[in-house]
Structures are given as C-alpha cells and as structure tokens.
C-alpha cells in the first residue's frame, strides 16, 4: 500500500512563471489537504478537498493560488505568477472518511529564483 | 494568532532517558490532539494521537498526556534511542471545522550517545 505521493519532489521557478505541485493521496482516501512550511514554522493549513469539491480554502492566499482534485488524477495546487516569498515546501496529506489522523507525503520543495 | 504553541525549540536527552516534548493550545474547541515526527527532507510521520475525552494515550514507547484544564499536552518517550533524534510537531483539530489540523512550529529533539 503505497504512501501519499507528491511530485515533483523539488521544483525551482522564476519569477512570474507557473507552479504545479501534485499529490496522490493513499489508496482509500478522499480526503486531501495541502499544508505550506516556511522556513524554521510549523505547517500551515491551506486547503482541504474531497473528490470534484473545496470543502475548507481559508488558508489560500486570496490570489495566484488554486487547488483542485479532479475525479481521476491526482489533486493538483497550482501558484501563479510565483514570487520568491512562495518559496517553501509544500506538504499534501491525505485521510479516509471518518478518520481524523492524516498521513503525509514527502513535500515539493518549491525555490523561486 | 499561534493557537498550537511549542515554547521548546530544542530539547537534548541522553540516550535510554525519557524525552518530555511539551504543548500548550489556546483554543478551548479543540477537540483531537496529534503528534508528528519529522526528519529533514522527509513528510510529517503521524506518531500518536488523543482524543479530548480521554487523558493519556499509550502507543509503545510513546504516550501522550492530555490536560484539558490547562489546555496542555506533553509526549513521553521513553525509553529515548539515538533514531528519536528529529523535529516534533504538536498538532490539534476541532472536529467541526473539517478536520483541518493547526501545527505548532516544532521542537528538535536530540538524543546524545
């Protein structure tokens, strides 16, 4: 049973291009959240999805960043027109229904140059 | 706001002592409690988790203590070995907001030969 993935595992941008950060979470769970570390802090919560809906995005800057976790395919985080201040890793995890602990992928590393 | 607090930013323990990592929240609504390993480079590792209606949780070498009162929790390991060495994160989530889950910024753990 293979863990959550997330790839790539590192990704470095320029200024003003295009991040795309997957996750696949665990076999069995629908449940996907997104969490961004930066620098000697804790995680942060995002966004929480489940198949084809945002159930909680309080956590997403109000712009350039975008979730989403289609029916098929992996949950996708999406930074637009990076800056270096979006430079960190970015976790995803994952969960099955009615259970509260959630398992965690190894991170995308992002740096912005 | 910091509602999850780790006032510990480093610990050292001798190795075959007991390692108290400890927790304070601010968030009376906080219901479910977590702790998270993590080494460098790798995702959080769920570890050990308590529930608020109960007060101590047993999972090996690891144990949780949970005083609703102070509205603090602690890990026990015991007894510490030199693989404990890593950054621990308490964690807590309020079972009605969705289970997104509030980090505190993490306490290094080293264990000394």
């Known amino acids: 049973n293979a863990g959550v993935m997330q790839n790539p595992r590192h990704l470095v941008r320029r200024r003003g291009q295009e991040a795309r950060l997957r996750c696949s979470p665990m076999?069995?769970?629908?449940?996907v959240y997104w969490y961004r570390q930066l620098p000697e802090e804790g995680l942060k919560f995002m966004v929480y999805?489940?198949?084809?809906?945002?159930?909680?995005e309080s956590g997403m800057p109000k712009e350039r960043f975008s979730a989403e976790f289609p029916k098929e395919g992996p949950s996708i985080l999406r930074i637009q027109q990076v800056v270096r201040g979006d430079s960190a890793a970015y976790f995803c995890a994952s969960s099955p229904p009615w259970v509260r602990s959630q398992y965690f992928g190894p991170g995308t590393r992002l740096t912005v140059l | 706001d910091q509602q999850v607090k780790q006032n510990s930013p480093s610990l050292s323990v001798q190795e075959g002592r007991i390692s108290i990592l400890n927790c304070d929240y601010t968030?009376?609504?906080?219901?479910?409690f977590l702790w998270y390993k993590k080494y460098p480079a790798e995702g959080p590792t769920f570890l050990i988790s308590?529930?608020?209606?109960?007060d101590k949780n047993e999972d090996g070498r690891f144990t949780v203590f949970l005083n609703k009162s102070a509205k603090h929790l602690s890990l026990h390991i015991v007894p510490s070995q030199p693989g404990d060495s890593a950054v621990y994160f308490c964690a807590a989530s309020e079972g009605n907001r969705d289970d997104k889950i509030i980090f505190g910024k993490g306490t290094r753990l080293h264990i000394l030969p």
């Open positions: 308590i529930s608020s209606i109960k």
């Open positions: 999805l489940q198949k084809e809906n945002i159930i909680d």
């Open positions: 076999k069995g769970h629908s449940h």
């Open positions: 968030n009376s609504m906080f219901d479910y």
